[in-house]
């Protein structure tokens, strides 16, 4: 009783100090899966704390209207190394009621992180939301009641 009662508590606090709250879905994988929109196109995306930046995949390139550069940045991460990349800078982003215009995009081939997904009965995504949004908008999560907090 006493955390859910703290929980009800963190929401209200949260929501009075001038956050936004958007739902979570736990996917299959143990993922958790939210909807943003790039650019005015909405999209399915995996929230992943440890990775340093959001990104799409390289077929999103048209999808999001995005204007993508190469990089010499190398992206690794679920199992792969050295992948080649571009970037994609001045892109609008929304969450919820939280949006940002001038948001960096990692472009990168997603491919290895679908297939694992679809191995696994998960829907495919297009891309992730890591570290560098979640810091810019002060996110809280609350794994519990799957529920993310930005600052608006």
Do not use: R
Not at 26 to 54: M, P, Q, R, Y
Request: proline share 1%; glycine share 6%; charged share 25%.
């Amino acid at each position: 009783m006493f955390i859910k009662y703290n929980m009800e508590l963190l929401q209200e606090f949260l929501l009075k100090k001038g956050y936004t709250k958007v739902k979570l879905k736990l996917t299959k994988t143990n993922h958790f899966e939210i909807k943003a929109t790039i650019n005015g196109v909405k999209g399915l995306f995996i929230l992943d704390t440890g990775a340093s930046s959001s990104c799409v995949g390289f077929e999103a390139i048209e999808t999001f209207k995005l204007k993508a550069k190469d990089s010499d940045v190398k992206a690794a991460g679920a199992g792969a190394t050295d992948m080649l990349t571009q970037v994609s800078k001045k892109n609008s982003l929304k969450i919820g009621k939280w949006k940002h215009k001038k948001v960096a995009l990692i472009l990168f081939n997603l491919t290895h992180v679908n297939t694992a997904l679809i191995s696994h009965n998960a829907k495919p995504v297009d891309g992730i939301i890591g570290a560098d949004i979640l810091k810019q908008s002060k996110a809280i999560i609350d794994y519990e009641k799957k529920y993310l907090y930005l600052k608006l």
